[in-house]
């Protein structure tokens, strides 16, 4: 994507104020919803290993599994 998009997106983003970042291990929490950068979908996680979160998805083509925390961001939109 050229630096222009990005750019609007940004900014379209902006208004509503809202932060999504990467997990640190300390926010890993089990039954609670993240958002896998890698799948772009939202999964359950039903186990926590230190930095590593066990994750079902919501899309059937996403493999359950342990993931690292920085690959999965909560949505403090869902939390309301």
């Known amino acids: 994507m050229c630096l222009k998009k990005i750019k609007n997106l940004y900014q379209g983003l902006r208004p509503l104020n809202i932060r999504i970042r990467a997990l640190k291990k300390q926010s890993l929490r089990v039954n609670t919803i993240f958002y896998?950068?890698?799948?772009?979908?939202f999964g359950q996680c039903?186990?926590?290993?230190?930095?590593?979160?066990?994750?079902?998805w919501a899309n059937p083509s996403c493999l359950s599994g342990w993931y690292h925390?920085?690959?999965l961001e909560e949505d403090p939109r869902l939390f309301k």
């Open 69 to 71: 925390c920085a690959e």
């Open 46 to 56: 039903l186990a926590v290993a230190d930095f590593m979160a066990y994750m079902i």
């Open 36 to 41: 896998s950068t890698r799948y772009k979908c």
